[in-house]
């Protein structure tokens, strides 16, 4: 049983290709590390196979429904993180979970219940009442996550949950999602560039690169005796020299001000 | 000009060109152009009329028409410029906070924030335009030296009331940001309702002349408008040929306006580096916050739409300025209606406050999706419907206009007796029968034009120029066809025709809203591709 399936998914912006016939099987259970260079397509495949993009061509079914026919059936059973979140900054953190709680359907007194109990789960309960514009970038990837799982989705799309947290952030969601998986409640499909962190804990990877799908197996047949990141760096490119240039910055020197510095002064 | 604050005035102009042959950027153009078109002939008829004015004013030199076109023409003009400014008037301006981080002085990014805010605004045209009528009306009248004094009075009367909006929006937003504040107020205004209800119940003091009598130090209030002030004072003495004794007050003025303009930096200044102010959500210990005691999967919509609006600062002040507005009205307007002219003539001010509480919070309906920012993912990603989504909205704005409109009816109630039931009626009817037309229209140039827009009401456009235009239309066809059963009342003096044609107007409008809202929630679900990226801020 596949919980997303594309077949020939494309999407062009203004005539050019950001994915092209992507052809993704992912397994129900799997934790699936969804992984391209900065520009790949990664954020394009998720905001099709969530409904924020509409695609060029091709098709998705995902948990087993067609997307573009069943799309509020999936939306109800899949939870997000996108990129850049979906937060509605002046709600105060339980409120924004018991609303998003009640957007999926569920009855104000579970909303209520279950975003205490989220509250705690991700150690917000001190910070419930702030409004989640002055929370702090690693609180509102928790309360994201949060968000995402209030409703118990099927299937989880993480766009870059690791990014801009710290360490000790990333290791209790990395616990929390495992534990999850575990459990056999939930497929997660998540990109990300921390490739150490990936390889921890996703069994299922693809690749994508330029828009197409590179690779696709479990870790063991991607990485295929090495490590995760040599077989990204295989298929994103070899390690690039250091930028030539910035010439002014080799050394300790006066500022403009004083020495006449930038371009005109080095002339 | 530092070269930093040349390049800060170039990033201006660069991003106001990439906006305008970005997406979208040519119906923006040209909206532009067509609010400057309209604001050039409107502002001619008017300069003329206060050209006129001027020119008698100055052969007469002293009496009844200098005090006219002294007094009445720049408070007037004041009154107008400043509620303008306050309310509809959505220039765009600098935001210092972005700015503190460069090494230029912050008093000077401001400054050129305020000036090429104005540079771009219909509305300063408009005036700039008010104020060149009364040169040249002066100017024909008696030419000579003393018209550069004049000038000079003119472009400081514009500095001043351009400085004292800007100290308003800067105070009100410190002051509407308060939690204290505005709870303090909101007991006020249930405070006020109870005493209007038994003032006018009670037969108590009936009318702003009583009140005058009991409070005579009202006309010192007159300072509080210094910039008319400072001007009508010397204009006086300009128009009976006493150009020394004007300088006085020219000085006044000039010293005024610098400290008004040094206080409302500070206070800008001080807000940019006081960063987010980690206010609670409040309602609940636990900030779960207030819930709508409705069930459904319109509920969580309702009550996000109904607390985003609260907390919003154009909200807040909706609720302090519409009963300003009001209470001057019922002060300065109202008296003068004479008892012949009727009582549906004696009712227009609570009807005019009935339409003026939809205008004021035209933004919300204009930009219904504007301060979503990344929110708006979570009305794709959730399984709602989007005709759900701008119901709500809609619902929400509507129980906000509401309750704008019960405070600014409160000071009409309280300056004159008890209005008849049919006019009670009618501004109810007209109020909820204006609703469903503003808002389908409003619904589709929401979808079809949005802006992020940021949660203040000083920085930032909230609307984009056009959709500021077809809110104009938009306001001037259903206030044009709400205003029919008005005539069609007085001509054949039957005031109950106006609730009966509104209530009527309004059903109308409800089933025409029914209709357009599924095609405008698919509408919304078919853009969102185009919707998101500006939304959400990444274009912004």
Not at chain 1, 34 to 49: D, R, V, W
Not at chain 2, 284 to 298: E, K, Q, S, Y
Request: proline letters at 5%; one cysteine or more.
């Amino acid at each position: 049983m596949l919980a997303i399936e594309t077949s020939g998914l494309t999407r062009l912006f203004d005539g050019k290709a950001a994915v092209e016939a992507l052809e993704l099987r992912v397994p129900t259970g799997a934790f699936y590390g969804f992984l391209g260079p900065n520009g790949a397509g990664k954020s394009t495949t998720i905001k099709m196979l969530t409904g924020l993009l509409r695609p060029s061509a091709g098709s998705a079914r995902v948990l087993g429904l067609d997307l573009a026919r069943r799309a509020l059936a999936v939306k109800a059973r899949v939870g997000v993180v996108p990129d850049g979140l979906a937060l509605f900054e002046r709600l105060s953190g339980a409120e924004m979970l018991r609303i998003h709680g009640q957007l999926y359907g569920l009855d104000r007194a579970t909303a209520g219940r279950r975003a205490a109990e989220m509250l705690e789960a991700l150690e917000l309960v001190a910070d419930a009442g702030r409004l989640v514009q002055d929370y702090s970038h690693g609180m509102k990837k928790k309360l994201a996550l949060g968000c995402a799982l209030i409703h118990g989705p099927e299937l989880l799309f993480l766009d870059e949950p690791f990014e801009g947290i710290d360490a000790v952030a990333v290791a209790g969601i990395r616990r929390m999602l495992q534990d999850l998986v575990a459990r056999g409640a939930l497929t997660v499909f998540l990109t990300s560039h921390v490739l150490e962190v990936v390889e921890r804990i996703v069994s299922h990877v693809g690749i994508i690169h330029r828009g197409r799908l590179a690779r696709q197996g479990t870790l063991e047949e991607v990485c295929a005796g090495g490590t995760l990141e040599e077989a990204f760096i295989h298929v994103a490119g070899e390690e690039r020299a250091p930028p030539r240039g910035l010439s002014w910055l080799a050394g300790a020197r006066p500022g403009p001000a004083a020495g006449g510095g930038g371009p005109e002064g080095e002339r | 000009m530092s070269s930093a604050l040349l390049a800060v005035a170039e990033l201006r102009g660069r991003l106001l060109w990439r906006r305008l042959t970005g997406r979208g950027g040519i119906g923006e153009g040209v909206a532009r152009v067509a609010l400057f078109l309209l604001a050039l002939p409107l502002g001619a008829a008017f300069a003329t009329a206060l050209g006129v004015g001027t020119w008698q004013a100055v052969r007469a030199g002293r009496g009844l028409r200098v005090e006219v076109a002294a007094a009445a023409v720049f408070f007037g003009l004041w009154q107008t410029w400043t509620a303008v400014s306050l309310t509809v008037n959505d220039r765009e301006g600098l935001d210092l906070a972005r700015f503190l981080v460069y090494p230029v002085r912050p008093g000077r990014i401001y400054a050129v924030g305020l000036a090429s805010g104005l540079a771009g605004d219909p509305i300063a045209a408009f005036w700039a335009l008010l104020l060149s009528g009364i040169l040249a009306g002066a100017a024909l009248a008696r030419p000579g030296a003393w018209l550069l004094v004049l000038a000079v009075a003119l472009v400081l009367f514009a500095v001043a009331t351009v400085l004292y909006v800007a100290l308003l929006q800067e105070a009100l937003s410190v002051v509407l940001a308060s939690r204290w504040v505005r709870e303090w107020a909101m007991v006020l205004s249930v405070l006020l309702a109870v005493g209007a209800v038994v003032a006018v119940v009670g037969g108590a003091p009936r009318s702003w002349r009583q009140l005058q009598a009991v409070a005579p130090a009202l006309s010192v209030a007159q300072w509080l408008a210094w910039p008319a002030a400072f001007t009508a004072a010397a204009v006086r003495r300009l128009y009976a040929g006493d150009a020394v004794g004007a300088w006085p007050w020219l000085a006044g003025q000039a010293l005024a306006s610098a400290s008004a303009g040094r206080l409302a930096f500070a206070v800008a200044l001080r807000q940019s580096q006081g960063g987010g102010g980690g206010e609670a959500a409040g309602g609940h210990a636990r900030g779960t916050g207030w819930r709508l005691p409705v069930a459904g999967p319109i509920a969580g919509l309702l009550e996000k739409e109904g607390k985003y609006l609260l907390r919003h600062p154009l909200a807040r002040m909706a609720a302090v300025v519409v009963p300003l507005v009001s209470g001057l009205v019922a002060w300065k307007v109202a008296p003068l209606v004479p008892p012949e002219a009727g009582d549906v003539v004696r009712a227009l001010p609570l009807f005019g406050v009935a339409a003026y509480s939809h205008v004021f919070v035209q933004a919300f309906w204009l930009n219904a999706l504007g301060w979503e920012r990344g929110g708006a993912r979570l009305l794709f990603l959730a399984p709602l419907d989007g005709a759900d989504v701008l119901a709500a909205k809609n619902l929400a704005l509507y129980g906000l206009t509401l309750g704008v409109f019960g405070l600014g009816a409160i000071p009409i109630l309280v300056a004159g007796a008890l209005p008849p039931p049919w006019a009670l009626a009618g501004a109810l009817a007209l109020h909820a029968g204006m609703a469903p037309w503003l808002h389908a229209a409003g619904n589709a140039v929401s979808v079809l034009n949005p802006k992020a827009a940021s949660f203040a009401v000083q920085r930032h456009a909230s609307v984009p120029a056009l959709s500021g235009l077809a809110g104009l239309a938009i306001v001037s066809v259903v206030t044009g066809a709400f205003a029919l059963p008005v005539l069609l009342a007085l001509r054949l003096e039957a005031p109950w025709l106006l609730p009966a044609g509104w209530a009527a107007m309004g059903l109308a409008g409800g089933w025409a809203y029914r209709r357009a809202l599924r095609a405008q929630g698919r509408l919304l679900e078919a853009r969102r591709d185009a919707l998101l990226p500006v939304v959400c801020g990444d274009e912004a």
